[in-house]
């Protein structure tokens, strides 16, 4: 079992930054990948970004590209997502989330096996 716990999150307005961290704790080893996904009132979750543990490779989606910076302490077992120029649009519930077989299907959210409590993000305009 492994447990993830948010922190960060916080309201900004547009053009600010925010950071967020995921902490794992428990059988940790067995993760593969971490990721970020967002949920808006009303809307599917969706995928931000994630990182696989032992290679960092690191994957985005285009909305959050040049903006969002995903990173790992693999010392600490945390991962942060470094968010800047934020939008209105980034407004949601961010979610990280941890894979143990680290598949193709890195921005599926039923590909992840573990899931925090979210933090919410409140960007204004």
């Known amino acids: 079992q492994v447990t993830l716990v948010e922190s960060g999150g916080g309201s900004v307005q547009a053009g600010g ?62 991962v942060y997502l470094q968010m800047n120029s934020l939008k209105p649009e980034d407004t949601a519930v961010y979610y990280c989330a941890a894979d143990k077989d680290g598949t193709s299907k890195f921005d599926r959210p039923n590909e992840y096996d573990y899931w925090g409590q979210g933090t919410q993000v409140t960007v204004s305009s």
């Open 17 to 78: 930054s925010l950071r967020l961290s995921c902490a794992a704790s428990g059988r940790t080893f067995i993760m593969s990948r971490m990721g970020w996904f967002r949920q808006a009132p009303g809307k599917e979750r969706e995928f931000v970004c994630a990182v696989t543990w032992s290679a960092g490779s690191i994957y985005y989606t285009d909305s959050v590209k040049g903006r969002f910076t995903i990173s790992r302490d693999n010392a600490k077992n945390t």
